[in-house]
């Protein structure tokens, strides 16, 4: 049975309280950190990294929590208010998901953000590692310019540290990562979760951060690809925060105070969770709004 972890985005706080869950549910006797396959997409991709650096889960917990072990973030100078009526504007007047893509990489190109390696030297603060792990590991970008998805991994030619800041480049808030002669964008753009990339694999588990509702339109909405892997015969678990992590998580998950709040929710939430394995639910084919009726969150207290 080849299992398979995914990790969607969620900002600094999204790190910090994936590390608490996945803490936690070691805790409770149901470690997933060990899956041999894990898809990461912006944050996710940072925690993904860091799972196979080698170190234990106690001292990547305690890098959340622990002021003096926490890797030097920076709090973005940027109006998210702003920033979001502009995306609402994009979605407004694009008429397919790649439309929307290119449009999104229009207005990262044009941000006036920190400089690349100002932003690369926090990708790199956040890594204990920056060698590809030996086991499987998809870290999902998308090209600024084509507006197509890029999957990064040990077999591409690109660092593990340029491959993560990729993914974590948020439209707008962080500089388009170079790497060649392309610039990439936070593989959020292309869906928060990627979980399709999980493809394979016979048991999935997908931690959502930021919930299962996508911010923007996706060729392949987490319930789309949730059910698609079950009616495949994967067993899917997904699981979003409670009410207590997202109060800790805030209003703002890219500002590095939600750290420790974020990491001691997630921990707490980790212990109280018992996976529930879900199986097909419907059939293949199903519509979106379908399929959204019939997929209800499969992690369980």
Known sequence: MTEALVLGGGGVAGVAWTIGLLTGLADAGQDVSGA?????????????????????????????VEPEMQAAEIMPEVDL???????????????????????????????????EPERRAVIESRLPSHEWPARALKIVAVDAESGEPRVFDRTSGV???????????????????????????????????????????????????????????????????????????VEVAVVEPDEASRLAIGVNALDPSTRRPAAEAGRVQGRGLKIEWKKALGRAGMTIRELTRACPTAMER
Do not use: F
């Not at 898809?39 to 925690?47: I, Y």
């Not at 009526?85 to 979605?91: D, K």
């Not at 439209?171 to 388009?176: D, K, R, S, T, Y």
């Open 36 to 64: 041999e396959l894990i898809v990461g997409t912006s944050a996710g991709s940072a925690v993904a990294a860091q799972l196979g650096s080698g170190l234990g889960l106690e001292e990547l917990y305690a890098r959340q």
């Open 81 to 115: 208010a702003n920033l979001g009526s502009g995306i609402a504007a994009i979605m407004q007047t694009a008429t397919s998901e790649l439309e929307i893509r290119r449009a999104v990489g229009r207005l990262a190109l044009e941000a006036d953000t920190v400089p």
């Open 159 to 233: 660092s593990l540290v340029d491959a993560v800041a990729a993914s974590c480049a948020v439209p707008g808030v962080w500089p388009p990562v170079t790497i060649g002669e392309h610039r990439y964008l936070d593989g959020g753009v292309r869906s928060h979760a990627n979980a399709d990339y999980a493809a394979g694999a016979s048991r999935v588990v997908v931690v959502v951060p930021m919930g299962q509702v996508s911010l923007l339109p996706s060729e392949k909405p987490l319930v789309q690809a949730v059910e698609e892997l079950r009616v495949r015969g």
